[in-house]
């Protein structure tokens, strides 16, 4: 009878061999004792070596615990000194290193920027004017408006002059006026002539030229000329109006016929509520369309200027384009 080889036994040993060598290692005699002695032998190595692995961890154990109590904290001080002292004298030595010289010498000058600049000014717009005198500002009507004055308005013109100016205020619209034959403040209520207690010529009790009570060549409260009062400018704290519903503009017969094309520009006052409100057309365009323009604007609503975190009435201007698909 044919028996299994050494190899075979083993196999069958640790379970990886064929099912009939398993089935043959069972029932032949001789192969099963010498199974058995293999497995013996292979118990008591297992044993051996777990009973080292336990004596050698007890061992390192006790060797770790007597190293503890042995300890000497005079050479741990020193230790300690040790190490500090040469990380102290690493960075010395990086220290006296020439890149490392070079780069502490370079030195980055921090200047603070000027915010002068940046500073929101008063919003501009108005005027007022005087000649010093002991009543407030008669009652009239206000120059005609001008992009730059030369002759300040006087309630008591000078008669015959040797070189004839019209006298200007200084706005870039035209402004609601009054019937009357002489100059002088639309708000006043005094009838007799004066051109009133400010300085600097022009009417009121302002300065500089102007009509009314601020400072500049306009006229109403205010500075540096324009329309003062009601509506703010945009610009020194005034935030411009911006569009939140723009519905298209209709065209006239007369433009589609024509084939017309082109933009209107309307200057008005966008009111606290955000609608438009002062509608006046600054360049038109004809057939019809300025009229067209006007009635979609007065449809549009804006989110309001701001000033100081409040709505605020706001001069502006809005382009209204006319295009045939």
């Known amino acids: ?65 007597y190293g503890l109590q042995r300890a000497n904290p005079a050479m ?9 002292l040469g990380v ?35 919003a501009h717009g108005g005027g007022g004017g005087g000649a010093r005198e002991l ?17 300040p308005p006087r309630v008591d013109p000078v008669e015959d002059p040797k070189l004839p100016v019209v006298p200007t205020i200084v706005a870039d619209q035209p402004l609601p006026n009054i019937q009357a034959n002489n100059y002088g403040d639309p708000l ?7 051109n009133g207690i400010g300085s600097g010529g022009g009417i009121g009790n302002g300065k500089r030229g102007g009509v009314g009570s601020g400072n500049g060549a306009g006229t109403g409260p205010g500075y540096s000329g324009g329309i003062g009062g009601g509506a703010y400018r945009i ?23 024509a084939k017309w094309q082109g933009s209107v520009v ?30 979609a604007v007065e449809k549009w609503r804006f989110k309001p200027g701001m000033k100081d975190g409040k709505p605020v009435p706001v001069i502006a201007s809005v382009e209204v384009n006319f295009r045939l698909l």
């Not at 008591?44 to 070596?49: C, D, I, K, M």
């Not at 006043?188 to 004066?194: D, F, P, V």
């Not at 519903?245 to 065209?251: T, V």
């Open 1 to 65: 009878m044919t028996h299994l080889s050494s190899d075979q036994i083993s196999q069958c040993l640790i379970g990886a061999g064929a099912p009939e060598e398993a089935r043959h290692a069972r029932e032949c005699e001789a192969c099963r004792a010498e199974l058995e002695r293999l497995e013996t032998a292979l118990q008591q190595f297992r044993s051996s070596v777990r009973q080292w692995s336990d004596a050698g961890a007890g061992a390192r154990v006790y060797r770790v615990s």
């Open 76 to 84: 741990a001080g020193a230790g300690s000194v040790l190490i500090h």
């Open 88 to 122: 102290v004298a690493s960075l010395f030595a990086l220290g006296s290193l020439k890149p490392v010289q070079t780069a502490m010498r370079e030195t980055v000058s921090l200047i603070a920027p000027d915010l002068r600049l940046y500073k929101p000014q008063p």
């Open 135 to 151: 009543l407030d500002a008669s009652k009239g009507k206000l120059p005609k408006p001008a992009p730059k004055q030369f002759t």
């Open 188 to 194: 006043s209520k005094l009838g007799m002539a004066s």
């Open 235 to 257: 610009g020194g704290g005034v935030s411009a109006p911006v569009p939140i519903y723009q519905p298209e503009p209709e065209y006239s017969e007369e433009a589609r016929k």
């Open 266 to 295: 309307l200057s008005l006052i966008v009111d606290e509520v955000g609608k438009a409100v002062n509608i006046k057309v600054s360049k038109s365009l004809g057939l019809g369309l300025d009229q067209k323009a006007i009635e």
